[in-house]
């Protein structure tokens, strides 16, 4: 079994015990079934790793060791804001953690016209936490140590107002070279529509925002596919995939 990744929101000091936050316990002590002794590694979300041992291993309560910390590798010299139409369940779900996987380095879920998801009050804040934990998951799977930030869903037009990256790409049918002849950007920003697809005016007002159209082919991708698509482009041609 390869050693178990965890990210722990914790500062680590070298020779120093951590007791570990309840739900990575679980998993280490109750679905690992881990014991002392066992090696980890433990990541804090900003960028550092910690190579540690367990030392207690209760059903209630975990104990490691740091050994040693370092830090972490694993993040793209182009850094993308995915701007992502909300979309039901699993969609989105699967949506981040592939962006996350692929590289990502934030994330805001987006209303849109055609976007059949809203999200008010406790329900919102239970799906954001549950979005930043996908998020953490895919960095535990993937071996990033820095988590990128789920941001709080914003309607279109306010994230369109917020953006000022060197290269800023929608995903739109077009036949403009939008990654061709250009230097390599210190960032990106890219945005995704929902299942049916940006209004025209939305797409208008992307390009009013400095956004360029970008087209993955004569076939149409779902909504959680085209960042997958879309960011395996721009780490081929811009970031660490070369």
Known sequence: MAQPRIHVAAGFAPGGDLVLPEGPARHLALVLRLREGAAVTLFDGQGREAEARIVEAGRKRVVVRIEAVAEGRGESPLAVHLGQAISKGERMDYAIQKAVELGVAAITPLYTEHGDVRLKGDRAAKKLAHWQAVAASAC???GRAVVPPVHP???LADWLAGRDEALRLVLHPATSGALEAREAPADAALL???EGGLAEAEVAAARE?????????PRILRTETAPVVALSLLQYRFGDFA
């Open 153 to 155: 869903p914003l309607a």
């Open 192 to 194: 995704i529509g929902p």
């Open 140 to 142: 535990e799977q993937c």
């Open 209 to 217: 925002a400095g956004f360029l159209p970008l087209s993955l082919g």
